[in-house]
């Protein structure tokens, strides 16, 4: 007989059931004829025993018939042998007796009879279902036949299945390999651009400083020889009609060098800033003059109060000067940036570097070169959507807020999360630096706003507000924060409650605060964009187009860098670009989006937008 793990063990099986149950049948059957056969039999004893009386009896009734049907002559016989007529009575009645139960035993035995047809006809029933049974069984079998042997097969793709996926694991290992061997060329090559592109920068600073050293001698050598032709002048005597004529040739070279200085100036601060800040004026300023002079006028600014911060904070790097923002007009890259859609954009104050934050929980960061995007770095490890980021004052930090009901740190160059800066109860919608690396400030859903120690990851203050925080900005010692309820409120980090509230037309979608920190913009679900001048904290102009309409709740709007356009993107893909000073729309661009513009940038020197959607692609225009 087989094992138990031979194939015929299932087919012993079945078999042993059916024994099991016909034995089962079989016993039910004779429990039922058990009574029945006791008392057919008990029927046939008393049918032989009643034959036998009535063999022994058999003459005597013959004789008595006889003599009924004989003569009168008899009649006294008959009287003469009154005993013997008694026991032919007798006999008469035993016969009609054993005729009755005679009768009733036919009766009882056609009975019997009918039940066996009736118990055969049913065991013909039971038979020919044992039958069917047995056919269904059979087919049973065949059709576990056919199951063992398709399993069979079946094991035999699976393990060629699994030799298949080992192979393909093993070249999807070699492959990774081999990506890695590439990025890792990919980032010597990146890292030698970059120390090539620092040359080049160098190399343009000397020769900037060169150019600047020939310019000084140049002017010095034309003032001294002014000098000597005025000393001759001088000592030569000279007609009063001549003298006018000299004068306004002097004043007027004196005037065009004066003139030409600032034009060239505001040339040279646009150039994308790839290289240093340069004066070609006659006055022979140097780099570290300019810069001086510019600092001046910014502390001057502050020193007079037209901050929004009052009193002067040391900030930790200064932020690049745009003279005059140039409007895009056309796309140089388009890329598929995400896995899904992206929900910010932010440059930093680096040269070229831009970071993107999506619903795919990663930050990219990319590099601006020659008009193209190039991608520089992966940032992982957070725990959510990524809604906000932002650089810090050195560029060498992002922060950024995401549905995991915190905001997270990274340091630029590593590739996991810094810091986690939880305490929030709900979705942080937005995280910003305040005008040091070291500070920062978080609003969400949870009806919060908290200032945050950068040093310690810890919440120095925690500001209770009254609707959902969507965007926040900073300034020298002030938090802005746009809210659900329609309002702007104001709030200071020296005080404990709030200083100011300027209700606006429509849920706030996002802030941004000029460079000089006199005027906000803010980005509203009634599809317009506000200008508040904080100096007078008053709404000073209200921008609206045909076809424009914010896509989300937290479509982003911001200034250019000297303030002088607001830009935003529209629902069906499209950016709006207005005139802070006109109020007019100054051009509208149609592109590759095809989705809701979610966020804008324009980068500090002015050359650059970039714009990402929530269809995934981010857009490099110029």
């Known amino acids: 007989m087989a094992g138990p793990s031979s194939p015929s063990a299932p087919v012993a099986r079945w078999k042993r059931h059916i024994v099991r149950q016909l034995r089962q049948r079989d016993r039910t059957q004779k429990a039922l004829f058990q009574e029945l056969v006791p008392a057919y039999s008990h029927l046939l004893e008393k049918a032989e025993l009643l034959a036998k009386f009535s063999e022994k009896l058999q003459p005597q009734p013959n004789d008595a018939t006889a003599a009924t049907h004989q003569g009168s002559w008899e009649v006294g016989r008959e009287e003469k042998s009154s005993p013997e007529s008694d026991q032919v009575s007798s006999l008469a009645t035993l016969r009609v007796q054993w005729q009755e139960e005679e009768e009733e035993l036919r009766l009882v035995c056609g009975e019997m009879a009918y039940q066996v047809v009736q118990k055969s006809a049913a065991l013909g029933t039971v038979q020919s279902e044992l039958e069917e049974q047995q056919d269904s069984l059979a087919a049973l079998e065949a059709r576990v036949a056919q199951l063992q042997e398709a399993r069979a097969q079946h094991a035999q793709q699976v393990e060629g299945q699994r030799a298949r996926n080992a192979a393909l694991r093993s070249a999807y290992e070699a492959l990774r390999a081999h990506s890695e061997h590439q990025e890792a060329a990919l980032r010597r090559l990146q890292e030698e651009a970059r120390d090539l592109l620092e040359r080049l920068v160098q190399s343009k600073a000397r020769a900037a400083a060169e150019r600047n050293l020939r310019l000084e001698s140049r002017e010095r050598a034309h003032q001294a020889r002014l000098s000597q032709e005025l000393k001759k002048a001088a000592k030569r005597a000279v007609s009063i009609s001549k003298i006018p004529d000299t004068l306004d040739h002097g004043i007027r070279e004196e005037t065009e060098t004066q ?71 056309q796309v140089h890259d388009v890329l598929d940036a995400h896995l899904s859609e992206i929900n910010a954009v932010q440059f930093g ?63 630029v160059g590593e590739a996991q999360s810094k810091e986690t800066l939880s305490g929030h109860k709900d979705k942080v919608t937005a995280a ?107 709404i000073r102009q209200v921008f609206r187009a045909d076809g424009f309409k914010c896509g989300s709740d937290w479509t982003k709007a911001v200034f250019s860098p000297d303030r002088s356009y607001a830009l935003a993107g529209s629902w069906d893909g499209t950016l709006y670009i207005w005139n802070v000073d006109t109020g007019k729309l100054e051009s509208s661009l149609q592109g590759p989006h095809c989705a809701a513009v979610n966020a804008v940038a324009w980068c500090f020197s002015g050359s650059h937008v970039v714009s990402v959607d929530q269809a995934r692609k981010i857009v490099l225009w110029h």
Not at 446 to 459: I, M, P, Q
Not at 504 to 528: A, I, K, N, P, Y
Request: glycine residues 8%.
């Open 349 to 411: 104050p680096n040269r070229g570097l831009l970071a993107t934050g999506g619903a795919d929980r990663l930050i990219h960061l990319w590099n601006v070169v020659a008009g193209r995007l190039e991608a520089n770095q992966t940032l992982e490890g957070a725990g959510g959507s990524i809604t906000s980021v932002d650089f810090d004052p050195s560029g060498s930090q992002v922060l950024a807020a995401t549905y995991n009901q915190a905001a997270q740190l990274w340091k």
């Open 259 to 329: 003139v030409g200085g600032p034009e060239f100036l505001e040339r040279e601060a646009c150039e994308k800033w790839k290289r240093p800040f340069r004066s070609a004026s006659a006055t022979s300023l140097t780099l570290s003059r300019c810069v001086d002079v510019v600092k001046g006028l910014l502390d001057f600014k502050k020193r007079r109060g037209h901050s929004v911060g009052g009193a002067p904070e040391q900030l930790y790097q200064s932020i690049p000067v745009c003279v005059a923002a140039r409007l895009p007009t």
């Open 432 to 538: 910003k630096f305040k005008l040091t690396k070291h500070q920062a400030v978080t609003g969400s859903r949870d009806r919060t706003v908290k200032e945050w120690d950068l040093g310690r990851a810890y919440c120095s203050r925690t500001i209770n507000v009254i609707s959902y925080c969507n965007d926040v900005v900073c300034g020298d010692h002030i938090i802005i924060s746009g809210h659900n309820d329609q309002k702007i409120r104001f709030w200071d980090s020296r005080l404990p409650s709030c200083t100011q509230v300027i209700p606006v037309q429509g849920r706030v979608t996002s802030l941004s605060l000029s460079h000089d920190q006199m005027h906000l913009l803010s980005c509203s679900r009634d599809d317009t964009l506000k200008v508040i001048d904080l100096r007078v904290s008053n």
